[in-house]
């Protein structure tokens, strides 16, 4: 069982920047990859950014050039790094990690940006 604790998320106003951390319960190098991805109302989850446990990361196109994904593995931290944040950001952040063939998930984190 893993758990995975979320923070950093908050209100903002466009253009403003935030900063997510995902703290794993277990070794982050014990995972091949973490991920952030974001629910906004009414729509389906989608992968925002992933990073692997070399070090490599791919976005989602919409995000590319404002977002961040990065690791800091002394504190066994996942963060995303969110600049020019737009109203069409407002989601809710979900931290994903998979090990073993299960999946799992953060219990999410607010991300609100106003116009």
């Known amino acids: 069982q893993v758990q995975l604790v979320e923070s950093g998320g908050g209100l903002v106003q466009a253009g403003g920047s935030l900063r997510l951390s995902c703290a794993p319960s277990?070794?982050?190098?014990?995972?091949?990859?973490m991920a952030w991805y974001r629910q906004a109302p009414g729509k389906q989850r989608v992968l925002v950014a992933h990073i692997t446990r070399g070090g490599s990361t791919t976005y989602a196109d919409s995000v590319r050039g404002r977002f961040t994904i990065s690791r800091d593995n002394a504190k066994n931290t996942v963060f995303l790094q969110m600049n020019s944040l737009q109203p069409e950001d407002t989601a809710v952040y979900y931290c994903w990690t998979a090990i073993g063939g299960t999946d799992y998930w953060g219990q999410g984190t607010q991300v609100t940006v106003s116009s």
């Open positions: 277990r070794n982050i190098l014990s995972f091949n990859a």
